[in-house]
């Protein structure tokens, strides 16, 4: 019996293994066996990588009306290995269109929850930002004739609604086996056009959903407390557990972003960035589905590529992530200050000259490195608009300035808050504008802060951004700090455009081995990730003349942003699709490195997002200039 002991522990220990890494739907996995006799099931082959180079690859993804394209057996016997998971894709709207899909009731539930983004989440196919599809099936106007239509192919054609990694293995071996292009879609906020995809196959992670508290886990040097999430865990689920468990987590700020999608595989900003670093920089380790169709574990000691690439290399592009385990904190309160002020506006704050108000941003500016030296977040916004004629607040028909700045400041009372922000409140007021020091907001608690019901509103625009860097506030009286302020001003004065800032410093102090993830080193780098927001018309009605004009005209105004900051980059995440030499600016000194582990990890360019690495090798076809993602998927000439 004795020799049996150490048996019995190994036993154990592989026990333990597999409880340790997964969830039950993790346990749920295809195996050789199950796909043994199927050409569309079978796994990919890796170590066969070199074959493949040399094969005649197909130019384009599989397209539907192809000859290549799976039949309607190929597709039923899929579903029948899903056990009946596979969903034929309809735009949401397409029930409120004359036709075989009409159905008033659900038209009218659609209605009702069409600027809800809960509601997209919930889909299986629609991404939020519908211009990303060409508006392919905009809402039409209820009770009048439209010319608008509804274009279903313009989304994925099918979608795998999996609750399992079998599932996840199963989908991607056959999108693999048929040359498929396919799209990953958690909650469809990505505002880039990551989880669109005409023609394509659609895997849909949004019940990919768990968690474990971990009061002490040990992986690698990390010896503390963590969480063990599902991947498709929303920033309110996180709040919620957050106060559940009495501890601080990294979420996103809104509360139906996906915190282990595109927001953690991006970087990932949180109130407070300054204080933990970037959600990317949370992760102890992952369970992933990569593109040979196999489940991995990735961590400091395994799968270390893949580690390191999907932590802030780009979602969707690496692989499925269906679980993460992240570092857990004590609770921490927040404390925030404010100050509004304006240029015309008499209603929100003092209002100003608009000299004084420029003078008064530029005051705010030199302020953001002592905020985030206290590892605190700015949050900004400069907003330009008029108001009707004879309004109750403004007489004036010229455009309107307003100023609305904040400090988040973790671990601070209301009252140290008040003490920290004073200095700021001085300065404004010695240049002419009357704010006071106002008692702050006081959240106890992160977990206070975003535990509230989901859902905001739904928009249809655009934007670009910048990572304007520490080197740019660091002096107030430098060329560089009146050239970005100067750039920033000449945007909303004569671009008539919106601006907004989050300031933050996600240094190496606060990020332990930030080395060894894939953040944009621009991130790391930064005080102000800066967004302009185009003021133009993306919806089902504008063309694509209008479209092309308008981001034009955006994206002069943003090449001042970039001529004051040479070699600065932009955050993927909230960023212009059609950023100038994306490969450098939201990837920097790490593209190298993530291009080869791409090509090494996903030989056959089954994942494919727009601006992920990579993608360069590949275009939409028939997208006349616009940056969607509604076509053909192709090799460019060059690949
Ligand atoms: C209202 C709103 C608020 C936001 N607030 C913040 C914020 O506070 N801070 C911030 O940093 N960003 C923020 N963002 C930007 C956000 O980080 C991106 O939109 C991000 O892509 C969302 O990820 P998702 O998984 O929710 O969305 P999706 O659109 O579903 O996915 C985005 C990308 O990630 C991929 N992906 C998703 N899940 C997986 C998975 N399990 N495995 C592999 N790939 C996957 C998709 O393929 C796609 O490429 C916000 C966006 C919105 C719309
Ligand atoms: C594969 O084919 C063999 C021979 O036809 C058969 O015996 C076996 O059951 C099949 N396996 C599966 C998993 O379908
Ligand atoms: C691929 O083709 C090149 C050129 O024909 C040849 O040198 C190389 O050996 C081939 N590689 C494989 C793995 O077949
Ligand atoms: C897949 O199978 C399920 C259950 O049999 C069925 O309800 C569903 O319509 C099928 N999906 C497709 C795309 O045919
Ligand atoms: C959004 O939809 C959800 C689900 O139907 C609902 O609970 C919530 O109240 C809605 N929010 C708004 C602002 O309409
Ligand atoms: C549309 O018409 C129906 C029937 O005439 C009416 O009940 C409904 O209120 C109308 N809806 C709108 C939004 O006008
Ligand atoms: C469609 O209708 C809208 C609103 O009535 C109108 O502005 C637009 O010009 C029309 N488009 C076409 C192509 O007719
Ligand atoms: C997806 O699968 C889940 C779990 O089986 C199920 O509850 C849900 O209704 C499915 N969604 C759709 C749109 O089929
Ligand atoms: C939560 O954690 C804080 C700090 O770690 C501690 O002071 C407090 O007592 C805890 N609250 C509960 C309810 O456990
Ligand atoms: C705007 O003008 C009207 C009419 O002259 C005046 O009654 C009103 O007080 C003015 N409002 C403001 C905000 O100046
Ligand atoms: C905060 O400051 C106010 C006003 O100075 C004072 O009355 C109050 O006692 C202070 N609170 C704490 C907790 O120090
Ligand atoms: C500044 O604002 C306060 C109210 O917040 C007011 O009492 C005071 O008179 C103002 N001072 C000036 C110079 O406008
Ligand atoms: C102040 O700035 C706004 C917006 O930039 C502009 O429309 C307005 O004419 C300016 N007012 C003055 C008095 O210069």
Avoid at 3 to 22: D, E, T
Avoid at 112 to 137: K, L
Avoid at 187 to 206: M, Q
């Amino acid at each position: 019996m004795p020799f049996l002991l150490p048996y019995l522990f190994l036993i154990l220990q592989l026990l333990q293994r597999v409880n340790c890494y997964n969830f039950p739907y993790e346990s749920i996995q295809l195996s050789d066996a199950d796909v043994r006799n199927s050409s569309d099931l079978a796994f990919g082959n890796n170590n066969n990588f070199g074959q493949y180079v040399n094969q005649t690859r197909p130019r384009c993804k599989a397209y539907p009306g192809d000859a290549t394209w799976p039949s309607a057996v190929q597709w039923a016997t899929l579903n029948s290995s899903l056990g009946g998971a596979l969903i034929k894709g309809a735009p949401p709207a397409a029930v409120c269109y004359p036709g075989p899909t009409y159905d008033a009731d659900r038209c009218a539930y659609v209605r009702s929850h069409w600027f809800n983004s809960t509601f997209f989440t919930a889909d299986p196919t629609s991404q939020m930002e519908q211009w990303q599809t060409g508006n392919n099936c905009p809402l039409p106007p209820a009770n009048s004739t439209t010319n608008l239509t509804c274009n279903a192919i313009a989304q994925p054609v099918y979608t795998v609604n999996a609750t399992t990694v079998k599932h996840l293995q199963l989908a991607v071996n056959f999108a693999r086996n048929n040359n498929l292009r396919v799209v990953i879609k958690n909650t469809g906020h990505d505002f880039i056009g990551r989880s669109a995809g005409g023609g394509a196959l659609n895997i849909w992670t949004h019940h990919l959903k768990n968690s474990q508290y971990l009061p002490s886990a040990r992986i690698g040097e990390y010896r503390g407390r963590a969480m063990r999430m599902g991947s498709a865990m929303e920033a309110w689920e996180v709040y919620r557990l957050m106060g559940k468990h009495n501890i601080t987590l990294i979420a996103p700020i809104s509360s139906t972003v996906g915190a282990y999608g595109g927001f953690m595989q991006g970087g990932g900003h949180s109130l407070l960035t300054s204080y933990y670093g970037f959600m990317a920089d949370q992760v102890l380790s992952l369970e992933v589905v990569t593109a040979d169709g196999r489940f991995v574990h990735a961590g400091p000691d395994e799968n270390d590529d893949l580690f390191f690439a999907i932590r802030g290399g780009g979602g969707g592009n690496f692989g499925i992530v269906t679980s993460v385990v992240v570092k857990a904190y004590p609770v921490l309160p927040i404390s925030v200050p404010s100050v509004t002020f304006s240029a015309g506006l008499s209603f929100i704050g003092p209002s100003v000259s608009n000299e004084t108000f420029w003078t008064g941003v530029r005051t705010y500016f030199s302020h953001v490195i002592r905020i985030c030296n206290a590892k605190g977040l700015g949050f900004n916004y400069i907003s330009s608009f008029t108001l009707p004629p004879f309004s109750p607040f403004s007489n004036s028909s010229s455009r309107i300035l307003s100023f609305q700045g904040s400090a988040m400041l973790p671990g601070m009372s209301p009252n140290q808050s008040m003490s920290f922000i004073a200095p700021l409140i001085a300065d404004l007021n010695k240049v002419g504008i009357n704010v006071s020091n106002q008692a702050p907001v006081y959240y106890p608690s992160y977990s206070a802060y975003g535990d509230r019901p989901p859902g905001e509103g739904v928009g249809n625009g655009r934007f670009g951004s910048r990572l304007f860097p520490r080197t740019s506030f660091e002096d107030p009286n430098s060329d560089t700090f009146a050239d970005t302020m100067a750039a920033i001003r000449e945007f909303v004065e004569e671009g008539g455009y919106s601006f907004h800032s989050v300031n933050y410093s996600p240094s190496e102090d606060t990020a332990p081995d930030p080395g060894n993830n894939a953040v944009n080193p621009a991130l790391r780098k930064a005080i102000a990730h800066a967004t302009g927001f185009d003021s133009g018309d993306y919806g089902p009605y504008s063309t694509s003349a209008e479209q092309i004009a308008s981001h034009r005209r955006l994206t002069q105004y943003l090449q001042k942003w970039r001529d004051v900051s040479p070699g600065a980059g932009a955050y993927m995440n909230e960023a212009d699709t059609q950023e100038p030499d994306w490969q450098q600016s939201f990837y920097g000194e790490n593209y190298e490195r993530l291009s080869a582990i791409k090509k090494r990890r996903d030989p056959w360019s089954l994942f494919h997002t727009v601006t992920g690495v990579g993608s360069e090798e590949w275009e939409v076809e028939g997208a006349n200039g616009l940056p969607v993602q509604n076509g053909r998927l192709c090799r460019t000439e060059e690949s």
